[in-house]
């Protein structure tokens, strides 16, 4: 039973390229979460989503970042004209039920470095 | 707001016992998790406590106090892959999505 799968591990971007992170649920899960890691800090939140519905994007920055969850495919973290302040891991995690069932279950995450 | 403390790093020797402690001011509480992550790995899930008391699970015990906002992660028998960051993070409903908040993790180093 594969469990979250992300990619690419690993993103080299120059200044004001897009980069684009791709996570795929566990199999049966169809909440989707966003964290970004920076070194030496904790997982912010950015955006949750269930299929084709962004339900809470509290921690997502309002410019040039975006997030969908189709009905058919992966959970897409979009970012437009990266900045060097992106770089950093970029983990999405997934759970069957979302409000008081069960714990999130991460993939290894998608490593973005901003030249 | 939300707020969830921990210490930065912690060192332990071998064999030993170690308590990782986590404190959290939040405007609701639907549980707690701690959760592991080895350097450049994804987390992985520890424990998980809504009521107050010890859970326990092999060499890792968790407790939480809601009247005291705290909670620890006891770790027995200490192993060198014990080394890593452990992730404490509150369920809090009051904004209605019941998103987990992360603290900065406690990153432990076990020395032989």
């Known amino acids: 039973n594969a469990g979250v799968m992300q990619n690419p591990r690993h993103l080299v971007r120059r200044r004001g390229q897009e980069a684009r992170l791709r996570c795929s649920p566990m199999k049966g899960h169809s909440h989707v979460y966003w964290y970004r890691q920076l070194p030496e800090e904790g997982l912010k939140f950015m955006v949750y989503l269930q299929k084709e519905n962004i339900i809470d994007e509290s921690g997502m920055p309002k410019e040039r970042f975006s997030a969908e969850f189709p009905k058919e495919g992966p959970s897409i973290l979009r970012i437009q004209q990266v900045v060097r302040g992106d770089s950093a891991a970029y983990f999405c995690?997934?759970?069957?039920?979302?409000?008081?069932?069960?714990?999130?279950?991460f993939g290894e995450g998608s490593r973005l470095t901003v030249l | 707001g939300q707020n969830i403390d921990q210490p930065t790093e912690m060192t332990a020797t071998e064999g030993a016992i170690v308590q990782i402690n986590c404190t959290y001011q939040?405007?609701?509480?639907?549980?707690l998790f701690w959760y592991q992550q080895h350097a450049g790995e994804a987390p992985t899930f520890l424990s998980y406590n809504v009521l107050d008391g010890l859970e326990e699970k092999g060499r890792f015990s968790s407790f939480l106090s809601r009247s005291k906002g705290y909670s620890y992660l006891l770790l027995k028998e200490l192993q060198m892959k014990d080394s890593a960051s452990y992730l404490c993070?509150?369920?809090?409903?009051?904004?209605?999505?019941?998103?987990?908040?992360f603290g900065r993790g406690t990153s432990l180093i076990v020395h032989p």
């Open positions: 995690a997934s759970s069957k039920g979302h409000t008081n069932t069960g714990e999130l279950f």
């Open positions: 993070a509150v369920r809090d409903p009051s904004g209605g999505s019941y998103i987990p908040t």
């Open positions: 939040t405007s609701g509480f639907n549980g």
